[in-house]
């Protein structure tokens, strides 16, 4: 079963519009922390929010938004008044602990696609 | 402060050869992790050097390895490449104890086409 669905595979807006992403996990831990990453045509990951799972706020930054919630596991991204410079591939991951090694890291989602056209 | 940096940009090589990625860490990172991201779907991860040491693996072969020096920049090798290897590999680096759940930076990336 997948860790991070990420179920809209590609979403097209017109500027000005807003846009939510969308991003459901799955773990056991109870101390687990969730990222969102835009990835712009030129392949690098650019890293956008980290929340860990005791921190239910919903955060804003300019105009990004996340909306997290422990009782439907998700981790929903919004962004108000696209514009053409947001088109990019947008990745929710999940990090937790290996218990075995005690190291953590990242599980991505497959990625949604958002097109901003002018 | 310099970023992630990694080369090759591009990289095109035959079914079997063996390759060499290279990944320089943000300064004074000292984990480094290195993903594999297939056409199309997210970053799947590879291993992770933390201390010059492969602190952790994820569900690659071991024709997959890696090394990690003291200046903390790291190499990733791919031996009896496979054509299913053709992707873009990713680096990223973070500083503190890898069971931190710490920010990782990412590198722009090293794309391998294996023909």
């Known amino acids: 079963a997948q860790k991070v669905t990420q179920a809209q595979t590609e979403i097209s807006v017109v500027e000005k519009e807003d846009v939510t992403l969308d991003c459901v996990y799955e773990?056991?831990?109870?101390?687990?922390?969730l990222f969102w990453y835009k990835q712009p045509p030129s392949g690098e990951l650019v890293f956008l929010i980290r929340r860990n799972s005791f921190d239910e706020q919903n955060e804003i930054s300019g105009r990004y938004s996340w909306n997290f919630q422990k009782s439907t596991s998700s981790f929903n991204f919004t962004i108000t008044a696209s514009q053409v410079v947001d088109s990019a591939v947008y990745f929710c991951a999940l990090s937790e602990k290996n218990f075995g090694s005690g190291y953590s890291t990242l599980t991505f989602g497959k990625g949604t696609m958002l097109l901003v056209s002018p | 402060e310099t970023g992630v940096t990694q080369s090759p940009t591009h990289l095109i090589k035959t079914r079997g050869q063996q390759v060499t990625l290279r990944c320089s860490s943000q300064s004074g990172h000292n984990t480094v992790s290195w993903y594999q991201q297939a056409l199309g779907q997210g970053p799947q991860f590879i291993f992770q050097y933390y201390r010059e040491e492969e602190n952790g693996r994820g569900n690659f072969p071991p024709r997959f390895s890696g090394l990690q020096f003291p200046n903390y920049s790291s190499e990733l090798n791919v031996n009896a490449l496979e054509l299913d290897d053709s992707a873009l590999y990713l680096c990223?680096?973070?500083?503190?104890?890898?069971?931190?759940?710490?920010?990782?930076?990412f590198g722009p990336g090293t794309r391998l086409t294996v023909l």
């Open positions: 990223a680096s973070s500083l503190g104890n890898p069971s931190s759940y710490n920010e990782q930076f």
């Open positions: 773990t056991r831990d109870t101390t687990y922390y």
